[in-house]
T-cell receptor, first 110, second 113 residues
Framework: EDQVTQSPEALRLQEGESSSLNCSYT??????LFWYRQDPGKGPEFLFT???AGEEKEKERLKATLTKKESFLHITAPKPEDSATYLC???????????FGTGTSLTVIP | DSGVTQTPKHLITATGQRVTLRCSPR?????VYWYQQSLDQGLQFLIQ???????AKGNILERFSAQQFPDLHSELNLSSLELGDSALYFC????????????FGPGTRLTVL
């Protein structure tokens, strides 16, 4: 069964304290893995797309990496404005369906 | 602002009723996606259209249907509503419908009483 699991469910960091969010997936053929940021009451905002194992992408304090079974979102020296829920999603080759994890709620304390 | 618009913003209705949610994609985008987000199940992919044709289907209930019109706006119809259908419904659009970036709208919050 195709599925996406994110951990931890919630994470509290002090400002400047780096950490990583995990997204593990099982899918029958991966077309792409996506990371989104979602603020309360708003729609998800696209961050990255990763296509194959070994790929890495960076944007400001965020860096996403991909292996054959999981992806990590590394947050370096986070700031309070990085507080949000981070969602991971995969698109399967079969049927082109999208599967989302339940997210990691990140709180960065000043 | 993503450029994707959804109406209405809030909708309150009763069990057994039927509602229509509307989505206008970003200018130039040909593909539209619908998602349901509830507290207990997270974000669930419902269906994707590309230039008027259905391209991918998720776990969309038979009571739900969608279409994309020639002007590329899309509607999601929900019928025989149940309490469990209460959720945030998001529409997203992308330019080609492949692995390109999806831009999400602000959502429609549906409450079924």
């Amino acid at each position: 069964e195709d599925q996406v699991t994110q951990s931890p469910e919630a994470l509290r960091l002090q400002e400047g304290e780096s950490s990583s969010l995990n997204c593990s997936y099982t899918v029958s053929g991966l077309r792409g893995l996506f990371w989104y940021r979602q603020d309360p009451g708003k729609g998800p905002e696209f961050l990255f797309t990763l296509y194959s194992a070994g790929e890495e992408k960076e944007k400001e304090r965020l860096k996403a990496t991909l292996t054959k079974k999981e992806s990590f979102l590394h947050i370096t020296a986070p700031k309070p404005e990085d507080s949000a829920t981070y969602l991971c999603a995969v698109q399967a080759k079969t049927g082109n369906q999208f599967y989302f994890g339940t997210g990691t709620s990140l709180t960065v304390i000043p | 602002d993503s450029g994707v618009t959804q109406t209405p913003k809030h909708l309150i209705t009763a069990t057994g009723q039927r509602v229509t949610l509307r989505c206008s994609p970003r200018s130039g985008d040909l593909s539209v996606y619908w998602y349901q987000q509830s507290l207990d199940q997270g974000l669930q992919f419902l269906i994707q259209y590309y230039n008027g044709e259905e391209r991918a289907k998720g776990n969309i209930l038979e009571r739900f249907s969608a279409q994309q019109f020639p002007d590329l706006h899309s509607e999601l119809n929900l019928s025989s509503l149940e309490l469990g259908d209460s959720a945030l419904y998001f529409c997203a659009s992308s330019s080609t419908g492949g692995l390109d970036t999806q831009y999400f709208g602000p959502g429609t919050r549906l409450t079924v009483l």
